[in-house]
């Protein structure tokens, strides 16, 4: 576990949206089942945390694992849809300090359309614009791209950087966490060609700050592997998994899982009955850490790229600096 950096708590399979791409809202955990806030101390202090769902603002007593986990995270997360928006300003302006991603799918016709939920961009919006008037100022909003809101990508980069807050994003996938397999861009070509746009979008970044541009150009990188996901690749687009290394999950029971993209649920144990060190030095975590190694998925997540990019630096700055070359003199790129 010396390696671990990061952890993600699925506080909740409970799920006020009904997303195209995700069935949780149709396997909802029982309040009385959830994992208790009190469990989060026998995490190691010191690793970012993503507070996450289901929709993490449902819970009642969803105070209480921030008043855990803010003191002993080295970042603390709150991914969630934007809709209980006094609820999050609160955790906001509790703690400052704190990153915070509203997920939406596109622009108001097509978010709404996707994620099931009404007024849902209008509610995401207005909880980002209540969130600039805090001390929080790591916000931002994240979207799950597919072929059906390819074409929204670069208006999304584009308000984003308007209104001076982050995008984040992410690629459709099926696995346990999202209790789907049936997932698939049924426009290929789209949403290729769309990828492509918003990649020159976020290589050309109109933000203001050296910062915001340098996020963009990051972000830049890990969108071609999304790219080559979009087009059909299924194998050397992305780096080695880091799951269960550089990561790991805990479920609303308590179970500590290596990732979310699998097929199947592998546990490695539960928060309730060991400590967070002897799970993951454990021989049934050694035989987990064997599947995760012989894993065909391929998944495309920022969690692993993310790592790959601080560790391997070199890598990313040579692909934005060939890249923003040839979009300066025009010369055709496929940003492989």
Not at 69 to 89: A, Q, V
Not at 210 to 225: C, H, I, P, Q, V
Request: hydrophobic share 35%.
């Amino acid at each position: 576990m010396k390696n671990i950096i990061q952890g993600s708590i699925i506080t909740t399979f409970r799920c006020n949206a009904k997303c195209h791409m995700c069935n949780i809202w149709k396997y909802p955990t029982k309040p009385s089942e959830e994992i208790s806030p009190s469990l989060m101390e026998k995490l190691p202090d010191g690793l970012r945390i993503n507070i996450t769902g289901g929709e993490p603002t449902l819970r009642k007593d969803i105070n209480d694992f921030f008043d855990i986990l803010y003191p002993k995270s080295y970042l603390l997360e709150l991914s969630t849809n934007g809709y209980n928006t006094d609820k999050i300003i609160e955790l906001a302006e509790k703690y400052p300090n704190i990153l915070i991603r509203v997920s939406i799918e596109g622009l108001p016709k097509i978010n709404d359309s996707l994620r099931g939920l009404p007024d849902g961009f209008d509610r995401a919006l207005r909880t980002v614009m209540g969130l600039k008037k805090t001390k929080c100022k790591n916000i931002g909003f994240s979207v799950v791209i597919c072929d059906k809101n390819s074409q929204d990508l670069v208006k999304l980069h584009e308000l984003c950087s308007y209104l001076g807050v982050e995008l984040g994003n992410s690629v459709m996938h099926n696995s346990w966490y999202f209790h789907k397999f049936d997932n698939v861009e049924i426009d290929r070509e789209k949403a290729v060609q769309m990828e492509k746009e918003f990649i020159e979008s976020l290589l050309h970044s109109p933000r203001s700050s050296l910062k915001g541009k340098l996020k963009d150009y990051g972000r830049a990188y890990f969108n071609k592997s999304i790219l080559k996901r979009l087009g059909g690749e299924t194998s050397h687009y992305r780096p080695p998994c880091g799951a269960g290394e550089d990561f790991f999950f805990v479920d609303p029971w308590g179970n500590i899982t290596p990732c979310n993209g699998s097929n199947e649920k592998w546990i490695m144990g539960n928060l309730k009955d060991a400590s967070f060190d002897d799970i993951m030095d454990s021989n049934n975590a050694k035989t987990i850490m064997q599947k995760v190694k012989t894993c065909k998925k391929d998944c495309c997540f920022i969690v692993t790229e993310r790592h790959d990019m601080v560790r391997k630096p070199w890598k990313p700055i040579s692909w934005i600096a060939k890249n923003k070359l040839k979009l300066a003199f025009n010369i055709k790129t496929d940003f492989k």
